[in-house]
């Protein structure tokens, strides 16, 4: 059994005391707004937006990158909840910085436990057997932060799933500090060409 299962059986029983009108949360988000984020257990995008539960969507995955799943939240979030402010939030010291499509490719074709990293970088601690699927999955690794942030707002504004008026914006979280620092190319790249009467 887990050792933390206990740790969240507790937390939920606790929440639940104090849970309160949260029970009667309309489901489209108050400030019609979502984000993608990375899965990075430093970064609490409800606390470092100012956001409350019922405020926004948030979607994660490992990068914060606009996949195709991604997309596919993003378009659901606007097309049936009414979304129209989007935000890509990428952060420093990121783990998709730290190894390639091919590195993942022959870590996963040898062992499926936990790899490990070093100055040498990532190692299967033992080679037990894996599997050759991890070559068929695109990782979406990222090599420049900036870069990656800019790519992944035009990929979502260039959808053609997702309308023109549809605002987005692209920022880098500073894991050491707290600080957002918008991207100023990526937020122009994600700008409404829209324009409101």
Same mark, same amino acid.
């Given at each position: $059994?887990?050792?933390?299962?206990? =740790?969240?059986?507790?937390?939920?029983?606790?929440? %639940?005391?104090?849970?309160?009108?949260?029970?009667?949360?309309?489901?489209?988000?108050?400030?019609?707004?979502?984000? &993608?984020?990375? $899965?990075?257990?430093?970064?609490?995008?409800?606390?470092?937006?100012? &956001?409350?539960?019922?405020?926004?969507?948030?979607?994660?995955?490992?990068?914060?990158?606009?996949?195709?799943? #991604?997309?596919?939240? /993003?378009? %659901?979030?606007?097309? /049936?909840?009414?979304?129209?402010? +989007?935000?890509?939030?990428?952060?420093?010291?990121?783990? $998709?910085?730290?190894?390639?499509?091919? %590195? $993942?490719?022959?870590? &996963? #074709?040898?062992?499926?436990?936990?790899?490990?990293?070093?100055?040498?970088? +990532?190692?299967?601690?033992?080679?037990?057997?894996?599997?050759?699927?991890?070559?068929?999955?695109? +990782?979406?690794?990222?090599?420049? =932060?900036?870069?990656?942030? %800019?790519?992944?707002?035009?990929?979502?504004?260039?959808?053609?799933?997702?309308?023109?008026?549809?605002?987005?914006?692209?920022? /880098?979280?500073?894991?050491?500090?707290?600080? &957002?620092?918008?991207?100023?190319? #990526?937020?122009? #790249?994600?700008?409404?060409?829209?324009?409101?009467?």
């Amino acid at each position: $059994m887990s050792k933390t299962i206990g =740790q969240i059986r507790e937390a939920n029983r606790e929440y %639940v005391k104090k849970f309160g009108e949260k029970g009667k949360l309309p489901i489209p988000p108050k400030k019609m707004i979502a984000i &993608l984020t990375c $899965m990075d257990a430093r970064l609490d995008p409800e606390k470092f937006a100012g &956001l409350d539960e019922g405020d926004a969507h948030i979607v994660r995955n490992a990068g914060g990158r606009a996949s195709d799943d #991604a997309i596919r939240s /993003l378009i %659901v979030s606007h097309k /049936l909840l009414g979304t129209d402010t +989007w935000y890509v939030i990428h952060h420093t010291d990121c783990g $998709m910085e730290t190894f390639t499509d091919k %590195v $993942m490719h022959n870590l &996963l #074709a040898k062992s499926l436990d936990t790899a490990c990293r070093d100055e040498q970088g +990532w190692h299967n601690p033992n080679e037990n057997g894996g599997s050759e699927e991890g070559k068929y999955i695109n +990782w979406l690794t990222i090599t420049n =932060q900036h870069t990656s942030i %800019v790519d992944d707002v035009k990929r979502i504004k260039q959808h053609p799933l997702v309308p023109d008026y549809i605002q987005i914006y692209g920022f /880098l979280y500073d894991v050491k500090t707290g600080k &957002l620092e918008e991207i100023k190319e #990526a937020s122009e #790249a994600g700008e409404s060409k829209h324009q409101f009467s």
